[in-house]
T-cell receptor, first 111, second 114 residues
Framework: DAKTTQPPSMDCAEGRAANLPCNHSTISGNEYVYWYRQIHSQGPQYIIHGLKNNETNEMASLIITEDRKSSTLILPHATLRDTAVYYCIVRGLYNFNKFYFGSGTKLNVKP | DTGVSQDPRHKITKRGQNVTFRCDPISEHNRLYWYRQTLGQGPEFLTYFQNEAQLEKSRLLSDRFSAERPKGSFSTLEIQRTEQGDSAMYLC????????????FGPGTRLTVL
C-alpha cells in the first residue's frame, strides 16, 4: 500500500469550508484513497473513499487530482464537532488487510 | 455507534499483571482487527482474523500478547505480564468479507499500566 503525507495540523473557522490535503505520489492504479477521522478518545470513523472520480456523501467531498498523486478532503461547513484528527489512507480495494494510519492532520475548528 | 463494542472501556493494572480485553464485532462481519494506539500516534495494526483463523500478526505482537476468536464471533486480546510500555488504547474493528472493506471501529479499551 502506498504511503501518504499530511500536514500535522490545520485551523479552520466555524462555518467555513475545511480543506485537508493529502499527498500519495506512489499510489498505484488499483489503490483507493480512504479518509477516516478520530475524535478525541473515540475509535476512528469512516468518512469517504474514492478511486479517481470525485466523491461526495453527507459528511464530506473527496477531490482526487487527475494524476491521482494527491487528494483533498472537504468539509463544506465545518462545525466545532468536526475538530478531530483526520487520516488519509491508501489501500487496494480488495486488500482486506490492515490500514496504515500514519499520524494524520489535527483539524482545529475555531468559533 | 458503529455496532462494534469493546469491554472494558478503561483498565488500570499494575505492572506484571495479566489483562484481557473483549471485542464484539458487527454480527455478519467475517473479519476482525486489533490495533494499538499510543498518545499522539495513529492506530497501529496488531493482528486480524477471518472468521476464527488468525491470518496475520504484526511484529508489535510480542510473545506476551495473544488473541483469539474461538467461534468466529467475539474476540479476546490478552496481555501477560504487563509492562508500562503496554499503556495504550486498544482498538477493535470489523469488516464484511465480500463487500467494500471499510473497517468499523469500536470505542477502544484504554489500558494504563502503573
Amino acid at each position: 500500500d502506498a504511503k501518504t503525507t499530511q500536514p500535522p495540523s490545520m485551523d479552520c473557522a466555524e462555518g467555513r469550508a475545511a480543506n485537508l490535503p493529502c499527498n500519495h505520489s506512489t499510489i498505484s492504479g488499483n489503490e483507493y484513497v480512504y479518509w477516516y477521522r478520530q475524535i478525541h478518545s473515540q475509535g476512528p470513523q469512516y468518512i469517504i473513499h474514492g478511486l479517481k472520480n470525485n466523491e461526495t456523501n453527507e459528511m464530506a467531498s473527496l477531490i482526487i487530482t487527475e494524476d491521482r498523486k494527491s487528494s483533498t478532503l472537504i468539509l463544506p461547513h465545518a462545525t466545532l464537532r468536526d475538530t478531530a484528527v483526520y487520516y488519509c489512507i491508501v489501500r487496494g480495494l480488495y486488500n482486506f488487510n490492515k490500514f496504515y494510519f500514519g499520524s494524520g492532520t489535527k483539524l482545529n475548528v475555531k468559533p | 455507534d458503529t455496532g462494534v463494542s469493546q469491554d472494558p472501556r478503561h483498565k488500570i493494572t499494575k505492572r506484571g499483571q495479566n489483562v484481557t480485553f473483549r471485542c464484539d464485532p458487527i454480527s455478519e462481519h467475517n473479519r476482525l482487527y486489533w490495533y494499538r494506539q499510543t498518545l499522539g500516534q495513529g492506530p497501529e495494526f496488531l493482528t486480524y482474523f477471518q472468521n476464527e483463523a488468525q491470518l496475520e500478526k504484526s511484529r508489535l505482537l510480542s510473545d506476551r500478547f495473544s488473541a483469539e476468536r474461538p467461534k468466529g464471533s467475539f474476540s479476546t486480546l490478552e496481555i501477560q505480564r504487563t509492562e508500562q510500555g503496554d499503556s495504550a488504547m486498544y482498538l477493535c474493528a470489523s469488516s464484511p468479507l465480500n463487500r467494500d472493506p471499510q473497517q468499523f471501529f469500536g470505542p477502544g479499551t484504554r489500558l494504563t499500566v502503573l
